[in-house]
């Protein structure tokens, strides 16, 4: 027998309504990319949206054409991420930071049929354009520079939407979204999100023990909205109708601090890289920054060392350690202390908050060892599979990739990782990253969370080399903090108290800066090619 309810289809379309009736004065504060701040109100959001997807109707778009965008974070995009997928269109963001080639051959494999694009961005535009083919171009004006004669303004297209809006039908299930993975594994690979995905996506982000994003909220995307949806936030603060501050591309410490001062901002993610700055800044100027209130922070992306939990806490910014990937939306984990856990003591609790976190309502994980699912002991390793109603069940137009997914529907990871006996996830490493030495494996997560306990390290990068007995043996290359000393003995000495003889690294290298990805995170890539041919006796 079914149930006696309605069968309401979960989409974008419900959220976007709310935020227009009841939080229409509720502000939407974007970093422009002059340094100056914009300010509109989510009924700015809410009418120019819907005007945008009145346009993209008029002007042809067909249930399921692609629309990319082009653009940082502001309210722009915004509408573009509420507008675009009301309309039946797919909002396809862009990641700003890739390769021209690589970025040409993402457009042209999802077939993209508009795009949006910042005026300060047209230069990206240009790099690609010999090798795209845009049916239109819309350049949104920050006043920076004048729209080229191949491309329209924004403002005239929105403009030129005269009547009311008229919601199409929507399926819960049609693509709202689009990401490529950002391609360090690889060949980028297109994920689609559908509408449900994101609805219970955002529904989790306000959970207490997830974000616990709510209305009373100050909420500030520090992650890209080119990449993963800016981990779903825009969505989630849209629904609850909470104040969002969007950062523009001035990720910088300095000017991230200013606006959570400034904007009275209670919650922003991020990957550890930026909160790394932000602790050092906070740390190297004292009494700068007058904030009072407790900031949460969502943090994950790459591991959160527990320096920084603990450095952070000391300012009063808390932060929760999540994990997730572009195939879950990305939000799949995060690290709370369970109540149950609450006694134990300080150190413990920092140990837990260092662990990726108990898997998110409906996300299942589990850890396939050599043979078959490893026991929940914090010891037993193998490759992470989850599955849950916001994980892909497959790549766009990449029957080739099928083999990421088991027989049995979960979906491989390439994380290693450990789930102990309360269930909370450990990332090990990436795989192609752990470091395999005369047979046996070595975390480089491990290692570089011990070197960043040291107070005289910011970032800490251990990478596996080739080595003529052990076939690879572990190197750190480590960026000291702003006017700090530390030698390798010291180091060295650190790690001999956590780690046996032949875990630790054979040498100890000090840089100006370690290379990161488009997104932020430790490209060990580069740091494997740059070191492929190091001499060991040296
Ligand atoms: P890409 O796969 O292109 O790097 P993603 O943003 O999808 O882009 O990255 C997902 C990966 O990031 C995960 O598979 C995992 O390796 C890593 N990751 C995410 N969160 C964490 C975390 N908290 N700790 C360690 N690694 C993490």
């Not at 109707?57 to 722009?76: E, F, I, S, Y």
Request: hydrophobic share 40%.
């Amino acid at each position: 027998m079914l149930g006696t309810m309605m069968n309401f289809p979960l989409t974008l379309a419900p959220i976007l309504e709310r935020a227009g009736k009841l939080f229409s004065k509720v502000e939407v504060v974007s970093r422009l990319p002059g340094l100056g701040l914009g300010r509109c109100k989510y009924g700015d959001i809410y009418r120019r949206a819907r005007q945008l997807a009145h346009a993209l109707q008029l002007a042809g778009l067909k249930p399921g054409d692609r629309v990319a965008t082009l653009m940082w974070n502001h309210a722009q995009h915004v509408e573009a991420y509420f507008g675009i997928p009301v309309a039946g269109g797919i909002l396809h963001t862009l990641n700003l930071r890739l390769h021209a080639n690589e970025l040409a051959y993402i457009v042209t494999h999802a077939r993209d049929r508009y795009l949006i694009v910042d005026d300060v961005l047209l230069p990206v535009y240009e790099s690609i354009r010999s090798q795209v083919d845009f049916e239109r171009v819309l350049v949104v004006p920050h006043g920076h520079v004048s729209v080229p004669n191949n491309c329209e303004n924004y403002e005239d297209f929105l403009a030129g939407a005269i009547g009311d809006f008229i919601y199409p039908d929507l399926d819960e299930n049609q693509a709202a979204t689009m990401c490529f993975t950002s391609g360090t594994t690889g060949k980028p690979k297109g994920v689609l999100y559908s509408h449900r995905a994101l609805v219970l996506h955002s529904l989790n982000e306000c959970a207490a023990d997830s974000f616990c994003l709510s209305q009373n909220d100050v909420a500030l995307p520090g992650s890209s909205m080119f990449h993963a949806n800016a981990w779903g936030i825009p969505f989630t603060a849209t629904m609850v109708g909470a104040k969002m501050v969007l950062p523009g591309p001035h990720l910088d410490p300095e000017s991230l601090l200013d606006l959570i001062e400034g904007e009275s901002v209670t919650f922003a993610a991020g990957v550890p890289t930026l909160w790394l700055g932000v602790l050092a800044a906070l740390e190297n100027h004292p009494g700068r920054w007058n904030i009072s209130w407790t900031v949460r922070i969502g943090a994950g992306g790459s591991a959160v060392p527990e320096s920084l939990l603990r450095g952070l806490d000391r300012f009063g910014f808390h932060i929760t350690h999540l994990w997730g990937m572009t195939e879950t939306a990305p939000l799949a984990s995060t690290g709370f202390v369970k109540s149950t856990l609450a006694q134990c003591g300080e150190d413990h609790q920092y140990k837990i908050r260092g662990k990726q976190g108990i898997p998110s309502p409906f996300v299942e994980l589990r850890v396939m060892g050599p043979s078959g699912e490893a026991p929940w002991d914090g010891v037993s390793y193998g490759e992470l599979e989850v599955r849950g109603p916001w994980v892909a069940a497959s790549y766009f137009e990449s029957p080739e990739t099928c083999d990421r997914w088991t027989d049995d529907g979960w979906f491989k990871t390439g994380d290693i990782a450990t789930i102990d006996s309360e269930g909370y996830l450990k990332i090990v490493d990436r795989s192609k990253d752990l470091i395999k030495s005369g047979g046996e494996w070595i975390s480089s997560v491990d290692i570089e969370n011990a070197l960043m306990a040291h107070p005289a390290v910011r970032e800490a990068a251990v990478i596996g080399v080739p080595h003529p007995k052990w076939q690879e043996r572990p190197l750190a290359i480590m960026v000291r903090k702003e006017g700090m000393e530390v030698q390798a003995d010291e180091l060295r000495a650190l790690l001999a108290a956590q780690f046996a003889k032949w875990q630790m690294p054979d040498a100890f290298l000090f840089t100006n800066e370690l290379p990161h990805t488009s997104v932020g995170k430790l490209l060990k890539l580069e740091l494997r090619q740059q070191y492929a041919n190091w001499k060991w006796d040296q």
